[in-house]
């Protein structure tokens, strides 16, 4: 197939892309590299199967050429205040990514009459009264806190891909992504797992906010980028929770870190600090994944760490 990748330069959309073209298809990588780095795709320069486009997704697209698929990954992504690439420092160009983007995109798919797949999330839950998340749970959110931003923008690209489905009768697919995690990765992204990596390298003691009893689920970038291929590939149109099931304790998580890295500054507690309705529990529920897409993630936390720890030295110059 020949495949527009957007977000193409992001953690994700690198990685898809790299994976698509080790199966085989042609890709076009689509970023403005507002939030993604031009350093994720330098080793496909060169590459015959690689087109690159720098373009705001928000803005009318033009692809030449004949088009199979479209999967949408342009998005800030990080709720993080204090990194300059989170969606709250860049709350319009989240919604117009969620919004505009979409529309966008799925005009593509259906002027090329190609199959298409969005990338949710699992905020569509909020701060979710259910716990695991089922795909079935309509979510928790507040449509005007400062996380709105992302949750909402992600919640209409949602409604705005079944539209599609229904009306036109496209062929669209929606993943769900739960937390993930590894190489490319921005290192000020200002999530957990960069945060904790980077303190641990530099022999820091870990910063728990609260008493670290909020839970994640880690699932390996690898296994992520082998689930949405499977959805690409499968006939399924309603939402797919993508992730992995093992939840665990912000401080548990800490603890891996520092075991893992040898760090022996240990944790220090620091006073909660909630981005507005900021999740206390994240867990999936990937039944239907499982059932659908035969899919489950197969890399334990410990080993994905261990395959993330030298991205993060070699960034770090260490």
């Known amino acids: 197939m020949r495949i527009l990748v957007t977000g193409a330069a992001g953690f994700l959309g690198s990685h898809l892309c790299d994976y698509l073209l080790q ?25 015959p199967r690689f087109l690159f486009i720098r373009h705001d997704v928000s803005n009318f ?16 992504a990080s709720p993080n205040p204090n990194s300059p690439y989170g ?35 699992s905020e569509i839950y909020g ?26 923008a992600k919640r209409f690209a949602e409604a705005l891909t079944m539209a599609y489905h229904r009306y036109h009768g496209l062929d669209t697919r929606i993943v769900r992504i739960f937390n993930t995690y590894g190489p490319r990765m921005r290192l000020d992204d200002g999530r957990v797992v ?31 980028i082998e689930g949405i291929y499977r959805l690409l590939l499968s006939d399924e149109h309603y939402p797919v929770n993508l992730g992995n099931p093992q939840e665990i304790t912000i401080l ?13 500054a240990g944790i220090v507690f620091k006073p909660e600090n909630r981005l507005g309705d900021d999740p206390q529990r994240r ?9 659908i897409l035969g899919w489950a993630p197969k890399t334990s936390l410990e080993e994905g760490i261990r395959l ?11």
């Open 23 to 47: 199966q085989g298809h042609e890709v076009i990588g689509m970023d403005n590299f507002i939030t993604g780095s031009p350093d994720n795709l330098a080793h496909l320069a060169g590459n």
């Open 194 to 224: 960069p945060n904790f990596i980077q303190q641990a390298l530099r022999g820091e003691p870990l910063t728990v906010y609260g008493d670290g009893s909020q839970t994640r689920s880690f699932c390996y970038v690898d296994d992520l």
């Open 127 to 152: 701060d979710p009264l259910e716990h695991p998340q089922k795909e079935s749970y309509w979510g928790h959110v507040d449509p005007i806190g400062v996380r709105s931003v992302y949750d909402e």
């Open 308 to 318: 993330t720890i030298p991205y993060f030295r070699q960034k770090m110059g260490l």
């Open 252 to 264: 548990e998580f800490a603890e891996v870190i520092n075991r893992l890295t040898g760090n022996k």
């Open 87 to 121: 969606y709250t420092n860049l709350p319009i160009q989240t919604m117009k990514a969620g919004a505009l983007g979409t529309h966008n995109t799925l005009g593509v798919a259906r002027a090329h009459n190609a199959r298409y797949l969005l990338a949710s999330t």
């Open 61 to 76: 697209i033009f692809v030449p050429g004949k088009v199979d698929a479209v999967l949408h990954f342009a998005s800030p």
């Open 283 to 291: 867990q999936p529920d990937i039944t239907r994944a499982r059932q």
